[in-house]
């Protein structure tokens, strides 16, 4: 189980001003369920994802990953929950061909060079890619193929949860769906846990388990 307990988020915009972005939102993600997040534009819902993902520090509150502390506004521990990202080209090096994106997850992780190619390949098959993109830039791909690769250097990490933030709405809608149905299998084979952010109701209904809503720094 993943456990939001009580974040807070407060930017300091001076002495004088503070704008209290989250205030105690708590919540709790099962294994294969997804948590639906809406709210308006500025609401919070990507400030509160990348405190989930470590990327932030919340004011207050913590971040649990099965019983254990993950995250306290004094302490992260990097990477234990990875963030599936709105533009999927900007998350991947445009210097880098695919391979060498994918390489350095599992380079990261220990993964012998002899075994890498197998492990990338399992992982293409998985997000429905051929081995024919690994000598690709990001630029060379479109915007769904580009999602696909993200998601698949997401599962080098055999992920218990993801942070999906607006997965679908820099992607063509003839796209859309098949990533939406994609995401939905990977979640059914693997029992993977999604905090799914989005600002679309049909997105929302159609993926999530529960539903909440921020509204003035509550969830709602």
Do not use: C
Request: charged share 25%.
């Amino acid at each position: 189980m993943l456990e939001v307990v009580d974040i807070s988020k407060t930017f300091y915009i001076n002495r004088r001003r503070r704008i209290d972005v989250l205030s105690n939102i708590s919540f709790s993600i099962a294994r294969g369920e997804t948590f639906g997040l809406m709210g308006a534009s500025g609401a919070g819902k990507t400030t509160l994802g990348l405190i989930i993902a470590g990327i932030e520090s919340p004011t207050d509150g913590e971040i649990r990953l099965r019983g254990e502390v993950i995250a306290t506004p004094r302490y992260q521990r990097k990477g234990s929950i990875p963030m599936l990202f709105q533009d999927p080209e900007s998350a991947l090096n445009p210097r880098k061909t695919i391979r060498r994106s994918l390489e350095d997850v599992l380079w990261r992780q220990g993964v012998a060079r002899r075994q890498r190619p197998a492990v990338i390949k399992k992982a293409l098959q998985m997000v429905g890619l051929s081995e024919e993109v690994l000598e690709r830039f990001p630029q060379q791909l479109s915007g769904g193929q580009n999602q696909r690769i993200s998601l698949a250097r997401i599962m080098l990490r055999q992920p218990s949860f993801v942070i999906l933030d607006e997965p679908t709405s820099a992607l063509d809608v003839s796209v859309q769906a098949q990533t939406l149905h994609l995401l939905k299998d990977l979640q059914q084979r693997l029992h993977i846990g999604y905090l799914l952010i989005s600002h679309n109701q049909a997105v929302i209904n159609f993926m999530s388990h529960r539903q909440g809503r921020l509204e003035n720094g509550r969830l709602v």
